[in-house]
């Protein structure tokens, strides 16, 4: 069955760290490009970083620098280091699957989804 599962949310305050996992299952993670998206309530959904089938890397302008994926094949999993954050980083993060083999932010090209995870920048 395939799945992904997200995990790392939490509540931490401006300026502090977080690290969200996206593991898979009934498929390998190193061949698909893999999406991590973010929804804050009463916006739309917004790509944030993705890691391609090839490694190549990419990221929202406004995560530069301080948002890092990453990609462990023999865990199957991606995960997205997340400093410095700010209370605009507040939303529910998603991770999902694309077959392309480019980094996009078009949703409608990524077949699989997780349920989310919820972080929350507050002081």
């Known amino acids: 069955q395939l799945r992904l599962v997200e995990s790392g949310g939490g509540l931490v305050q401006p300026g502090g760290s977080l690290r969200l996992s996206c593991a898979a299952s009934?498929?390998?993670?190193?061949?698909?490009?893999i999406g991590w998206f973010r929804q804050a309530p009463g916006k739309e959904r917004e790509g944030v970083s993705c890691?391609?089938?090839?490694?190549?890397?990419k990221y929202t302008d406004s995560v530069k620098g301080r948002f890092t994926i990453s990609r462990d094949n023999a865990k199957n999993t991606v995960y997205l280091q997340m400093n410095s954050l700010k209370p605009e980083d507040t939303a529910v993060y998603y991770c999902?699957?694309?077959?392309?083999?480019?980094?996009?932010?078009?949703?409608?090209?990524?077949?699989?989804w997780g349920q989310g995870t919820q972080v929350t920048v507050s002081s």
């Open positions: 999902s699957r694309s077959p392309v083999q480019w980094c996009t932010w078009s949703s409608n090209i990524y077949d699989y």
């Open positions: 009934g498929f390998p993670l190193e061949r698909y490009t």
């Open positions: 890691i391609s089938s090839g490694g190549s890397t």
